[in-house]
Each structure stands twice: as C-alpha cells, then as structure tokens.
C-alpha cells in the first residue's frame, strides 16, 4: 500500500528506519465511551466496554496490507450511552473521526468528524469481539467493522485517486450482511432524511459521487500538502478541488448525499481559515462555491470575505 508516511518525532523516525519493523495494526483508534445519563449501573461494565473496543479497533487485523507505526491511520470514536434497555443492551450515539497529518507539517487535518445518532447494540462483559466479515455476529462488531473500513477507504482517498475502493466495498459488505439485523441504522428507510450506514457507503461508491472522492485526493495532495511550500498554488487547487464537490451537487442535489454533508461537514472551518488571507477575487470566488454546495453554512463561509 502507497501512503505518504509523516513520521512525527525522532523516536519514530528511528523506528521506522529499523528494517522489518512493521505492524499488521492499521489504525491508531482512541475509544471513549460517555455513560453518565445511565444511572444505577455497575461503572464497571463502561470500563470494560472501553477497553474491549479499544483492542478490537487497534488490534484486529483489518486488512491484507502491512503498515509501519508511522503509517497507522489516526482516528477517534466516542461512543455516548443514553439508554440501558435491559441488562446487556444499550443505545446511543457513536461520534466519528478521522485525522490525516498534512506533508511537511506537524498539522494534522480532520478528514470525518461527525455523528452517527442510530446506535443500539448488545455488549455481554467479558465475551470477545470477534469480527468475521463474512458473518453478522452483532451490531456493536458490525458497527464497529463498519466505520473502520470507512475510515480506512477515507484516509487513503487522500492519499491517491479513490485509493479506498476495498475498504468500501468491505463496508458495502458488513451493510448486507446487516439487512435482517433488528437495529436501525442499515437499512435504506432508517435513521432521520436517510442519513444512515446505508446510504452513506452507497453514495460513497455510486459514480455519481465520484467526485466528492476526487475532490479529497486533490484537495491533500495538490492543496493542503503544498501549502507550506507553495501556498498561492495551493490556494488554487483547493478552489479547483471544490468545483469536483460542486458539479456533484448540481447533477444530484438531493436529500440523499450524505457524503457531501459529511465532508463539508468536517472541512468547512479549516477552508475558511484557508482562505481568509487569500486575495479578494480568489475569496469571492471560493465563498461563492461554497454557498451553493453548503448553504446552511452560509454566515460561516461569509467570514472570509469579512476578514481583513
């Protein structure tokens, strides 16, 4: 696997120059998990819980690639309980996100951030996690297998032109194998205007959206990767990188692309600290794309403009 590798400090910058040191570990997953609206519960099974997601995200073998430390994709999940149904079943919801260091720079750049509201599933104390990707074993593996293979397709779209089509058609996968599960969340009539596991891998491997995937490989490659060298150049291929996102939105502007939601979700503040000492045509230019492709966030991307 091609990835641009960012080693962060000396001590892994020893390591990874070490011949055959390498990790069958792809990621590098803090877990949280928040129960404090569960009240009278033993606080000993959240613990448990934590550490039991903790070693099934960063210990499971996720795929056939080797990656160095250096190359482990960064990520978070926080898993916030607001319900105990019965003894060894809870709801809630399970935040996403994923990070990627930019070339050249000790800035690391969120590429996911958002919030998956749909979250039931059944957590037995002390029974492993086992992921079988062929199997429907529960919905905490499933959900769990589920947003590492999109954070893994994620990262690597970064990283070359739609790099993550594997790990997409992995969680495609774990989607079907899902469609009999009684918890919400997979099926296309689930969750609130369609905004659920369904139709976001769906949108994510439909050609139709094809280029929201094109837009994140080039705007790390050619944008924020550049920036520190060439900042002018960089500038503009985040603007030509935008108008991927764009042309997507004006062939298919509808209720269902929740990919397009997700990633402007997660970039909009970083675009605007882009671009707020950028020159006046190329800031009208950038909030005028961006307001179409992102409307609720109109007052937000004004703020460039209003920069000195």
């Known amino acids: 696997m091609v990835r641009v590798s960012i080693l962060k400090n000396f001590a892994l910058s020893v390591l990874f120059l070490i011949p055959g040191v390498a990790f069958s570990q792809e ?8 129960a404090q609206k569960i009240q009278g519960s033993n606080r000993e099974v959240f613990d448990n819980m ?9 210990n499971t073998v996720w795929t056939n690639h080797v990656f160095t430390y250096a190359e482990r994709v960064e990520c978070s999940i926080l898993i916030n309980l607001t319900d105990q149904i019965s003894a060894d079943e809870f709801s809630g919801t399970i935040t996403i996100q994923l990070k990627r260091p930019v070339f050249n720079t000790t800035y690391n750049s969120t590429v996911l951030n958002f919030i998956d509201n749909s979250f039931r599933f059944r957590y037995v104390e002390f029974q492993p996690l086992e992921f079988d990707p062929t199997t429907y074993r529960s919905s905490l593996v499933a959900v769990l297998s589920y947003y590492t293979y999109m954070i893994l397709g994620f990262d690597a779209d970064t990283f070359s032109p739609e790099g993550g089509t594997e790990y997409f058609q992995m969680a495609e996968k774990i989607v079907s194998s899902a469609q009999n599960a009684s918890e919400p969340g997979w099926k296309p009539y689930d ?10 891998v769906k949108n994510t491997l439909d050609k ?7 837009f994140l490989y080039e705007y790390y490659i050619n944008g924020l990767d550049k920036m520190e060298s060439k900042i002018s150049e960089a500038r503009t291929s985040i603007v030509e990188s935008l108008k991927l996102v764009q042309e997507v939105y004006r062939k298919k502007p509808d209720p269902f692309m929740y990919i397009v939601q997700i990633i402007m979700e997660a970039k ?5 600290n882009i671009f707020t000492e950028s020159f006046p045509e190329e800031k ?25």
């Open 268 to 272: 909009s503040d970083e675009i605007v």
């Open 284 to 308: 009208s230019r950038v909030v005028q794309i961006l307001t179409e492709i992102d409307p609720s966030k109109k007052t937000t991307y004004e703020k460039i403009t209003s920069a000195n």
């Open 208 to 214: 139709e959206y094809e280029g929201v995937r094109q």
């Open 191 to 200: 969750g609130s205007r369609n905004k659920n596991r369904y139709w976001l």
């Open 50 to 58: 934590q550490h039991d997601i903790y070693e099934f995200m960063n």
């Open 27 to 34: 990621l590098y997953c803090n877990v949280q998990i928040s």
